[in-house]
């Protein structure tokens, strides 16, 4: 696990870097520090909270259901916005025919935001860019 986060070793506050073993136990850490992050900049932390819950989980249950690996979930300040991406490794997105819909999560998830792409990761694994505004 490395954090990179405002603080006494890291004089930036404008981002935030985490990058996690993808396991149920980063969820609650990534949804913390998120929402710490979010806060401290003025940013509802409650929506950055749940938002940062809802894609890690689905990162680790998913992007990795047949596999470990990592994760990493980035928080960037960019003028009056709070930019925050979720990136794994994992299996990518791939259609569920018995599911409907993209699934409670991630529209849960993008209905925080103001806005949010979803993208392939490179060389593999899912890339979710949520956009929050303050207020």
């Known amino acids: ?5 405002p603080g ?19 969820v609650g850490e990534a949804r913390r520090r998120a929402a710490d992050f979010a806060e401290s900049a003025g940013f509802d932390g409650w929506a950055v909270r749940t938002a940062v819950s809802e894609l ?3 990162a680790v ?4 259901a047949q596999s ?3 994760l990493d979930v980035n928080a960037d300040l ?6 925050v991406t979720v990136a794994d490794q994992g299996e990518g997105m791939t259609p569920h025919p018995d599911r409907a819909g993209m699934g409670i999560g ?12 979803i993208s392939r990761g490179h060389p593999r694994g899912t890339v979710v860019k949520l956009r929050f505004g303050r207020g």
Request: aromatic share 2%; proline share 4%.
């Open 1 to 5: 696990m490395h954090i990179e986060a």
């Open 56 to 58: 890690v989980t689905n």
């Open 68 to 70: 470990t690996g990592e």
């Open 8 to 26: 006494r070793d890291n004089p930036s506050r404008d981002r935030l870097r985490l990058h996690l073993q993808a396991t149920p136990a980063c």
């Open 106 to 117: 991630l529209a849960m998830a993008g209905s925080l935001a103001s806005s949010v792409e």
């Open 61 to 64: 249950l998913h992007g990795y």
């Open 78 to 83: 960019d003028r009056n916005d709070l930019l």
